[in-house]
T-cell receptor, first 115, second 116 residues
Framework: AQSVAQPEDQVNVAEGNPLTVKCTYSVSGNPYLFWYVQYPNRGLQFLLKYITGDNLVKGSYGFEAEFNKSQTSFHLKKPSALVSDSALYFCAVRDSGAGSYQLTFGKGTKLSVIP | GAGVSQSPSNKVTEKGKDVELRCDPISGHTALYWYRQSLGQGLEFLIYFQGNSAPDKSGLPSDRFSAERTGGSVSTLTIQRTQQEDSAVYLC??????????????FGPGTRLTVL
């Protein structure tokens, strides 16, 4: 079985400060990991993914995430937060060895960037 | 190019009625997914279609839920005898399937279903 946890329901950060949104996962095999962002009344937008290779993955809008196999984590980061980054962020995982292409999503973390 | 589109954007229905939700995936995407997003919950996988293969229906919560995909493109999610607990946002996504399942999914804006 595959699962993902986002331990923080909400993260508040001041504009210009670095931000981190946490994600941990559990899979039997190797993970495929994804981050998505959801703005109000919109669908999810893809930010970045880790499949293999470099542990530091760079994505859209200046976001990056670091894959840490020993800690089974894939935290989302950005060096300097913008007010426009305020949104709901979802981490998702798929076990690369699983027969289904089903993604399992976390419950989401609401990010609020305070001006 | 056009993204994933869903219709209607909002649907209000009475308990016990049937509803149909439509999804138009991105042209060329062979994989199509349905999810349900309830308030305070993450995305709940419902069903997955890939080309002409048998769909993965493992996420459908009850036999009142069904989905089909005609011609490998448009998909319809049908909920029969709707219940109040079916109220949620229903999201559709599509992707290139590839052979590894590592491709990202592109999501539509969702259909907000309210069952009175």
């Amino acid at each position: 079985a595959q699962s993902v946890a986002q331990p923080e329901d909400q993260v508040n950060v001041a504009e210009g400060n670095p931000l981190t949104v946490k994600c941990t996962y559990s899979v039997s095999g190797n993970p495929y990991l994804f981050w998505y962002v959801q703005y109000p009344n919109r669908g999810l937008q893809f930010l970045l993914k880790y499949i293999t290779g470099d542990n530091l993955v760079k994505g859209s809008y200046g976001f990056e995430a670091e894959f840490n196999k020993s800690q089974t984590s894939f935290h989302l980061k950005k060096p300097s937060a913008l007010v426009s980054d305020s949104a709901l962020y979802f981490c998702a995982v798929r076990d690369s060895g699983a027969g289904s292409y089903q993604l399992t999503f976390g419950k989401g973390t609401k990010l609020s960037v305070i001006p | 190019g056009a993204g994933v589109s869903q219709s209607p954007s909002n649907k209000v229905t009475e308990k016990g009625k049937d509803v149909e939700l439509r999804c138009d995936p991105i042209s060329g995407h062979t994989a199509l997914y349905w999810y349900r997003q309830s308030l305070g919950q993450g995305l709940e996988f419902l069903i997955y279609f890939q080309g002409n293969s048998a769909p993965d229906k493992s996420g459908l919560p009850s036999d009142r839920f069904s989905a089909e995909r005609t011609g490998g493109s448009v998909s319809t999610l049908t909920i029969q005898r709707t219940q109040q607990e079916d109220s949620a946002v229903y999201l559709c996504a599509s992707s290139f399937a590839g052979t590894s399942g590592s491709n990202e999914q592109f999501f539509g804006p969702g259909t907000r279903l309210t069952v009175l």
